[in-house]
């Protein structure tokens, strides 16, 4: 019973530090430096976050941490900016953004789009705070357990999503998987230490660099898009009246989906070795497969 109190005292104090006016100043040039970082294709969540540490090193530990947290945040919603606006995410958990926030910008909802993906954002972070200060000891306990053959299954369950993200062409999935799993083996093998597939590259050593792979693969086709077209700009963005009132209206109506995708996104970020692209796209798998019309 004594750990309820002090985990009270805890988030009090968290609040409270919070709320003072330079580190809401510091979460405030965090976020812009995370939005503006996760916008840019390439500039991942991590990176961003990694850019900004040495500004950390004469604060205290306190605004330091919200920075960051501010930058993490940030970059999380500046990838789904990019991925919605141009097609092209700007980092790896804004994959499966892109897939419907796009459509959504050629029908001229692109301010609604965008409003969706910040509300979806913060109510998906704040439920996933919540339980991380409630679970956050059966969650770290089972993270330490997680061992090899818990990755395996977990790659087999990696490799069903993808069968499942293609009902009608299962094979067209697994094809996918099988390139994706053939790219990995470049580099190093774990076991004997031997290189496989570099063909005498030196750079092929440390294996591909997946993250601008996929940022790459997916930024290629708009790229050829954008150079047959006549046209500046890919649409033209005009102001929608009443945009945030339809993305509340939206959020509201798929209530109960956003909490299991909330769910599903913290199960799988409190796997070590998983992320937040794994938990996007096993997330939007689950949305297909709640709607009555999967293919609109």
């Known amino acids: 019973m004594d750990a309820v109190p002090s985990m009270l005292e805890y988030i009090v104090r968290g609040a409270a530090s919070a709320v003072l006016p330079m580190?809401?100043?510091?979460?405030?040039?965090?976020?812009?430096?995370?939005?503006?970082?996760?916008?840019?294709?390439?500039?991942?969540?991590?990176?961003?976050v990694a850019l900004f540490v040495p500004f950390t090193f004469s604060?205290?530990?306190?605004?330091?941490l919200i920075?960051?947290?501010?930058?993490?945040?940030?970059?999380?919603?500046?990838?789904?900016?990019?991925?919605i606006l141009?097609?092209?995410?700007?980092?790896?958990?804004?994959?499966?953004?892109?897939?419907?926030?796009?459509?959504?910008?050629?029908?001229?909802?692109?301010?609604?789009?965008?409003?969706?993906?910040?509300?979806?954002?913060?109510?998906?972070?704040?439920?996933?705070?919540?339980?991380?200060?409630?679970?956050?000891?059966?969650?770290?306990?089972?993270?330490?357990?997680?061992?090899?053959?818990?990755?395996?299954?977990?790659?087999?369950?990696?490799?069903s999503t993808l069968a499942a993200m293609f009902p009608g062409n299962i094979a067209k999935g697994l094809l996918g998987g099988a390139i994706g799993l053939a790219l990995c083996t470049v580099g190093l093998d774990p076991v004997m230490g031997m290189p496989r597939f570099t063909f005498g590259c030196f750079d092929l050593v440390?294996?591909?660099?997946?993250?601008?792979?996929?940022i790459g693969l997916f930024s290629l086709s708009q790229m050829f898009v954008m150079l047959e077209s006549d046209e500046k700009y890919i649409v033209k963005m005009e102001r929608q009246a009443h945009a945030f009132k339809l993305a509340v209206v939206d959020i509201l109506r798929h209530l109960k989906l956003l909490s299991v995708a909330?769910?599903?996104?913290?199960?799988?970020?409190?796997?070590?070795?998983?992320?937040?692209?794994?938990?996007?796209?096993?997330?939007?798998?689950?949305?297909?497969?709640?709607?009555k019309d999967p293919d609109r």
């Open 206 to 214: 440390q294996g591909l660099d997946m993250v601008a792979l996929m």
């Open 67 to 83: 920075g960051l947290g501010g930058v993490f945040c940030g970059a999380m919603y500046g990838g789904a900016n990019a991925a």
């Open 262 to 291: 909330s769910a599903i996104g913290t199960f799988i970020g409190a796997l070590p070795g998983a992320g937040g692209s794994v938990a996007a796209l096993v997330s939007y798998n689950e949305a297909k497969r709640w709607d």
């Open 23 to 48: 580190n809401l100043l510091v979460m405030f040039i965090g976020l812009v430096v995370g939005i503006v970082g996760g916008m840019l294709p390439g500039i991942t969540t991590v990176t961003a």
């Open 86 to 159: 141009i097609n092209t995410p700007g980092t790896p958990g804004s994959i499966a953004t892109s897939l419907d926030g796009y459509p959504l910008v050629m029908q001229g909802r692109a301010e609604e789009a965008c409003y969706i993906a910040l509300l979806a954002s913060v109510l998906g972070g704040i439920f996933g705070t919540v339980v991380l200060m409630l679970f956050f000891e059966p969650l770290s306990v089972m993270a330490l357990k997680f061992g090899s053959e818990a990755f395996f299954w977990m790659g087999l369950f990696g490799l």
């Open 59 to 64: 604060m205290p530990p306190d605004m330091a």
